[in-house]
């Protein structure tokens, strides 16, 4: 019993400062994802991740449930954006998801590297007019150009130019795109 009373006493306000950084997203998310996701309470829903401190076109995205994040306040969602049903964002550094993206379902978009120095945060950023396939992961870092397509299951550990098609594991370039019209 002492070493539970000397933990506590110890950790206790360091444990909750962390507990506070996440309680908002937690809270809106819980709310998100209890509403039916469906195209007439889009907006609606999408005003709860803004309360939970996203960046986000609240008229112009679908975000289907359910949806993970730890921290909404570093997420940036464009116009147009569809993210499909299990999506994850680590969100302890800035994820933007640019305008008329779409999202497959059950992405990862992870943005936490542990090393033996400790985490270390890095961005993720996804240009305009991208697509991402079911289940594909973009590492820390990862910077995904305009137009550029990322197959199913792909894990992006990399820059990707625009205008490109990349899948595999790791991804790596398979051919350009045509442009959209």
């Known amino acids: 019993m002492n070493k539970v009373k000397r933990y506590l006493r110890d950790h206790m306000l360091e444990k909750l400062a962390v507990d506070m950084r996440f309680l908002r997203a937690r809270f809106f998310l819980y709310f998100f994802n209890l509403i039916p996701d469906l195209y007439t309470l889009s907006p609606f829903r999408?005003?709860?991740?803004?309360?939970?401190?996203a960046s986000i076109s609240i008229m112009n995205a679908y975000v289907r449930s359910p949806f993970w994040c730890c921290d909404l306040r570093q997420v940036q969602l464009g116009r147009g954006v569809f993210i499909n049903m299990?999506?994850?964002i680590e969100g302890a550094a800035p994820v933007v998801i640019g305008n008329h993206c779409q999202i497959g379902p059950f992405c990862c978009f992870e943005n936490v590297n542990h090393t033996e120095a400790g985490d270390q945060a890095l961005p993720v950023l996804v240009g305009t007019g991208v697509w991402v396939g079911a289940r594909a992961v973009l590492t820390p870092g990862t910077v995904i150009g305009d137009c550029s397509v990322i197959a199913a299951g792909a894990v992006v550990t990399k820059k990707v130019p625009a205008g490109e098609l990349w899948g595999g594991v790791p991804a790596r370039k398979i051919k350009n795109t045509a442009p959209v019209q």
Do not use: D, H, I, Q
């Open 86 to 88: 299990g999506c994850r």
């Open 46 to 53: 999408n005003l709860f991740l803004k309360w939970g401190g």
